[in-house]
T-cell receptor
Framework: EDQVTQSPEALRLQEGESSSLNCSYTVSGLRGLFWYRQDPGKGPEFLFTLYSAGEEKEKERLKATLTKKESFLHITAPKPEDSATYLCAVQANYGQNFVFGPGTRLSVLP | DAGVTQSPTHLIKTRGQQVTLRCSPKSGHDTVSWYQQALGQGPQFIFQYYEEEERQRGNFPDRFSGHQFPNYSSELNVNALLLGDSALYLC??????????????FGPGTRLTVL
């Protein structure tokens, strides 16, 4: 059964304090790994798609990396507006549904 | 370019009632997926529609049913509502069967409260 875990469950950072979020997955044939950001009461907002081990994607203060067993979302010099829940999802094989992890709640304090 | 839209935004029902939620996909997308997200958890896959047919289904009972229309919009129906059905229902659209282009984009969700 495909599974996704995320750690830590919650993370509090001071503004400017860089850190990383982890997404570990077990899937039969990874089709793609996806990162989303979700603000309270809203739908997930797409951030990145990663398809193969070694791949990296960057957007502003965020950088996502992928290995054969996990993905990291690195946040450099975060700002309070980066506070949100970050969700990781995997898609196994062509045309399959997304399996989401429980998310990491990030709080960035000014 | 309109993104994924959902209606209504909020809904309050009582146990045993039936509910219909609606979704319009992002322009150019032909595939719609529905997810249930309980408070503090990640979204759980309900089912996916492509070419007006249910292509895949998650581990949800038959009380959950759906439909896709020729214009690719979709409905989620839930019968005999239970208290545990209270959640945020998310619709996601994508371009089906196109490798590397089937990233799912989510709507704002419908918050369903069952009393």
């Amino acid at each position: 059964e495909d599974q996704v875990t995320q750690s830590p469950e919650a993370l509090r950072l001071q503004e400017g304090e860089s850190s990383s979020l982890n997404c570990s997955y077990t899937v039969s044939g990874l089709r793609g790994l996806f990162w989303y950001r979700q603000d309270p009461g809203k739908g997930p907002e797409f951030l990145f798609t990663l398809y193969s081990a070694g791949e990296e994607k960057e957007k502003e203060r965020l950088k996502a990396t992928l290995t054969k067993k996990e993905s990291f979302l690195h946040i450099t010099a975060p700002k309070p507006e980066d506070s949100a829940t970050y969700l990781c999802a995997v898609q196994a094989n062509y045309g399959q549904n997304f399996v989401f992890g429980p998310g990491t709640r990030l709080s960035v304090l000014p | 370019d309109a993104g994924v839209t959902q209606s209504p935004t909020h809904l309050i029902k009582t146990r045993g009632q039936q509910v219909t939620l609606r979704c319009s996909p992002k322009s150019g997308h032909d595939t719609v997926s529905w997810y249930q997200q309980a408070l503090g958890q990640g979204p759980q896959f309900i089912f996916q529609y492509y070419e007006e047919e249910e292509r895949q289904r998650g581990n949800f009972p038959d009380r959950f049913s759906g439909h896709q229309f020729p214009n690719y919009s979709s409905e989620l129906n839930v019968n005999a509502l239970l208290l545990g059905d209270s959640a945020l229902y998310l619709c996601a659209s994508s371009l089906g069967l196109v490798p590397l282009l089937d990233t799912q984009y989510f709507g704002p969700g419908t918050r369903l409260t069952v009393l």
